[in-house]
């Protein structure tokens, strides 16, 4: 028979019954996304490798522990057939063709009469690459064209624009630390397609160079108000541009909802009934520090670690922080917005118990090119941080995790 290209189309398999036979390394990495694709999965296969066996127990696909028998495929919309048996793929094979049932082949890609092609998403669509015919399949051709796609429409190397009427509204992107790398790939790709940033003085200011020209850029630190209106500015100024139909992203540093007052920027839109997506980011409480080489809990050393605002002192009526139970826990305290206060903070804590030689490091503009770490103990940080002229934002790290590198494990033994 003359040589065909394969017919591409996307199958929708919610609740539609897959056959998966085998339960080995090619089982494994197609699963998830039959899985994800909504189907209804039956797997039959005497043994099951680890990963297979935690999808079986979490109930996403129903394990019949036992060869292939003649009959497993009658019902099936599509099979995957993937045993080590290649006399027991063939009679599966010859099933599935008697039944009409598309199947992958796992070790005769000539005798499927259906091909996997390598998949990735972005930007809520899936590409998925194929190659023309049986005689030309390169698997790895495949999957570096696949890549190579993906990867251009995320880092906007490869423009597609949309045609599609954008629905407008507001989302609140936590952009990370700072590093332009570590806002998420959600939140990347919704700042390509804003028409209006409101961006924080903290987070990836970087990326707001790359922005192009017909975007309104606002610098949320810059809006014109007494500091105490700062937010209800910020606020009107969403709402404003929302009801002009734009795309508009508010970029925060960090997570959004950590000491980000996201979620007053969420009621305030909600009140006038504008749609608002949120897009977490990665807080500089866990990054900054792990970006300065200290982990927040280590076994054997931290088994928990608590993230505190220090924007007000201990002694102020003003904080709801509980210092002394602080004082006494045996974890990593974390203290964002508290280099102002860390003499009050520091000299609370032994105060209330905690050793005065308890390692402390501040961390400033972390994962910047500007980041620095000045160590110090809770009873010399705040002298240290006069000497050393440390500026916000810093996170700092109170713990033993301060002292934790990489060879103090060996160290320690
Ligand atoms: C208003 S809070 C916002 C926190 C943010 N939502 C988050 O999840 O990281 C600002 C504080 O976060 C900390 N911070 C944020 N980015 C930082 C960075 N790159 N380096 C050091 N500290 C940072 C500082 O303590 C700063 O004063």
């Given at each position: 028979m003359a040589e065909h290209p394969a017919y591409p189309v996307g199958l929708r398999l919610t609740g539609r019954r897959v056959v998966v036979l085998g339960g080995g390394q090619v089982a494994q990495r197609r699963l998830p996304a039959l899985i994800a694709a909504g189907a209804g999965i039956i797997l039959v296969s005497p043994e099951v490798t680890p990963s297979v066996q935690a999808m079986a127990d979490a109930g996403e696909i129903t394990w019949h522990q036992r060869a292939y028998e003649e009959g497993d495929l009658a019902d099936a919309w599509y099979a995957l057939i993937a045993t080590g048996d290649t006399e027991a793929n063939t009679r599966a094979s010859a099933e599935a063709e008697r039944n009409r049932v598309w199947c992958v082949r796992s070790d005769d890609a000539d005798e499927a009469t259906a091909w996997t092609p390598a998949t990735g998403h972005s930007e809520g669509v899936t590409v998925a690459v194929l190659t023309t015919d049986a005689r030309g399949r390169d698997p790895r051709h495949t999957a570096a064209i696949r890549d190579a796609v993906v990867e251009g429409l995320r880092d906007g190397t490869l423009v597609a624009p949309h045609h599609r009427t954008r629905t407008p509204g507001v989302a609140l992107v936590g952009g990370g630390p700072g590093d332009p790398d570590l806002i998420t790939v959600r939140g990347r790709r919704?700042?390509?397609?804003?028409?209006?940033?409101?961006?924080?003085?903290?987070?990836?200011?970087?990326?707001?160079?790359?922005?192009?020209?017909?975007?309104?850029?606002?610098?949320?630190?810059?809006?014109?108000?007494?500091?105490?209106?700062?937010?209800?500015?910020?606020?009107?100024?969403?709402?404003?541009?929302?009801?002009?139909?734009?795309?508009?992203?508010?970029?925060?540093?960090?997570?959004?909802?950590?000491?980000?007052?996201?979620?007053?920027?969420?009621?305030?839109?909600?009140?006038?009934?504008?749609?608002?997506?949120?897009?977490?980011?990665?807080?500089?409480?866990?990054?900054?520090?792990?970006?300065?080489?200290?982990?927040?809990?280590?076994?054997?050393?931290?088994?928990?670690?608590?993230?505190?605002?220090?924007?007000?002192?201990?002694?102020?009526?003003?904080?709801?922080?509980?210092?002394?139970?602080?004082?006494?826990?045996?974890?990593?305290?974390?203290?964002?917005?508290?280099?102002?206060?860390?003499?009050?903070?520091?000299?609370t804590l032994v105060a209330h118990g905690k050793p005065a030689d308890t390692p402390v490091a501040l961390v400033q503009e972390g994962t910047t090119a500007a980041q620095r770490r000045v160590d110090a103990t809770l009873a010399t940080v705040a002298e240290t941080v006069r000497a050393e002229d440390v500026k916000p934002p810093a996170v700092i790290v109170i713990g033993e995790v301060v002292e934790v590198g990489p060879t103090a494990g060996a160290l320690r033994k």
């Open positions: 919704l700042l390509a397609e804003a028409d209006v940033v409101i961006a924080d003085r903290l987070g990836p200011r970087d990326l707001l160079a790359e922005l192009p020209p017909h975007v309104e850029v606002i610098d949320a630190a810059k809006i014109p108000y007494g500091r105490y209106m700062a937010q209800e500015a910020i606020n009107n100024a969403l709402i404003e541009h929302a009801k002009q139909g734009k795309s508009v992203v508010r970029l925060k540093g960090g997570d959004p909802y950590v000491f980000g007052r996201g979620m007053e920027e969420v009621q305030a839109l909600a009140e006038v009934g504008i749609p608002c997506t949120v897009v977490p980011g990665i807080s500089s409480s866990i990054s900054v520090p792990s970006a300065a080489g200290i982990p927040v809990t280590h076994r054997g050393v931290a088994h928990e670690f608590t993230v505190v605002s220090g924007h007000v002192a201990p002694d102020d009526e003003r904080s709801l922080v509980d210092w002394p139970s602080l004082a006494r826990l045996t974890g990593t305290l974390v203290i964002l917005m508290g280099v102002d206060k860390i003499g009050k903070i520091a000299e």
